[in-house]
């Protein structure tokens, strides 16, 4: 089914394709009306459609946005806050959740381990644009927590745990497909230099090969590889999706094409079950938020503009014209989301600040 843009997004996408003179402006447009909105003169993000908390996911997101968009005064604050306030783990993590309640405080010490490789991410970054050594250092050291502490060779595959706490079972590991964000690794090798960064790269293909259920052949945000079943059963039949959580393709796993992309592995066979999705719907203002990977069923609600953003980005659509601002109605997600396109764009020359 051919799909067309519904007119009143069009605007949603136009940052990618526009003339280059005018990609800057609209670029500076969308990061000013993020920091507006979103991170506080202390250099918190705060997550307004979660109880205005914050957490490691979303500094490290609104780090990697200040390096792109040469904004180091804002990297520091963000910087500082997330080493003051969630950066107190014995083993070089952060803590993945903060709340503005009771004066403030960690309410979650576990950590979230995207939030860990964005947060290295943007200071490996960070360090390369602004010939930083202690931002390397950082980088260095934290990368290298994230080796020792999350990541596990099982059954012939090395996977990223979520966190330290909470994934390992007796009969299984739950692994979040989200986590594995590709244009990381080979940046993250070049400040903390292991193997296993490659071997990452690697199993997050082969396990989204395999991490596909239902007619829809979607993943689901969260997933478990069986640690009982016999390592030479094909690694299709060891995954399932993750029975303490819904089996949705929602909220986390739109990420998934986003970072394969972004990670220029955007190989045919991967990407294809995103594309025939998506294809099915006739715009991208019908493309439902979730569905659920194994009875087919969808919410009756539909992608953020940031997930339609995402849908923009992978598909390479070429609009170019329309409203390219953050919305006051968009909340933190749909917002940060948005904001990952465009750096994502930036990245794969598809728009140049």
């Known amino acids: ?46 997550d ?99 080796l020792t502490s999350v990541v596990r060779t099982v059954g012939g595959v090395t996977v990223l745990l979520p966190g330290v706490d909470g994934f390992v079972h007796d009969d299984r590991l739950v692994l979040n497909p989200s986590y594995w964000i590709f244009p990381a690794f080979t940046e993250l090798d070049k400040v903390m230099p292991s193997p296993e960064w490659s071997a990452l790269r690697s199993s997050g293909l082969v396990l989204l090969e395999a991490a596909r259920f239902g007619r829809r052949q979607l993943p689901s945000d969260w997933i478990q590889l069986s640690t009982s079943a016999p390592s030479s059963l094909p690694l299709a039949r060891r995954l399932a999706p993750a029975q303490d959580t819904p089996p949705t393709f929602g909220y986390d796993a739109i990420r998934v094409p986003l970072y394969l992309v972004w990670g220029k592995e955007g190989r045919s066979s991967v990407l294809d079950a995103f594309l025939r999705y998506w294809g099915g719907f006739a715009s991208v203002a019908g493309i439902p938020a979730k569905i659920d990977v194994e009875t087919g069923t969808v919410t009756s609600y539909s992608l953020s503009r940031g997930g339609q953003a995402i849908v923009a980005l992978v598909e390479d ?36 600040y």
């Not at 709340?99 to 576990?110: A, H, L, R």
């Not at 409203?323 to 764009?345: G, N």
Request: charged content about 20%; glycine content about 8%; cysteine-free.
């Open 48 to 146: 307004t459609g979660n109880g205005n908390i914050s957490h490691s996911e979303g500094q490290g997101y609104a780090m990697l946005a200040a390096v792109a968009f040469d904004d180091p005064s804002t990297f520091r604050l963000l910087r500082g806050w997330t080493y003051s306030h969630l950066g107190h783990r014995p083993d070089g993590l952060f803590s993945w959740r903060w709340s503005p309640s009771d004066g403030g405080s960690v309410t979650d010490e576990n950590n979230a381990t995207d939030g860990d490789l964005l947060i290295a991410w943007a200071l490996a970054r960070a360090a390369e644009r602004w010939g930083d050594a202690a931002f390397r250092a950082d980088a260095s050291k934290l990368a290298a927590a994230v």
């Open 317 to 352: 659509k070429d609009t170019t014209s329309g409203d390219r601002a953050i919305r006051v109605d968009d909340d933190y997600y749909s917002s940060v989301l948005f904001l990952m396109t465009q750096v994502a764009a930036i990245d794969l020359g598809r728009a140049k």
């Open 1 to 46: 089914m051919t799909r067309t843009a519904a007119p009143i997004l069009i605007g949603l996408f136009a940052f990618l394709f526009l003339p280059l003179s005018s990609v800057r402006a609209a670029e500076s447009e969308v990061w000013t009306a993020f920091k507006a909105r979103f991170i506080s003169a202390e250099g918190r993000v705060v």
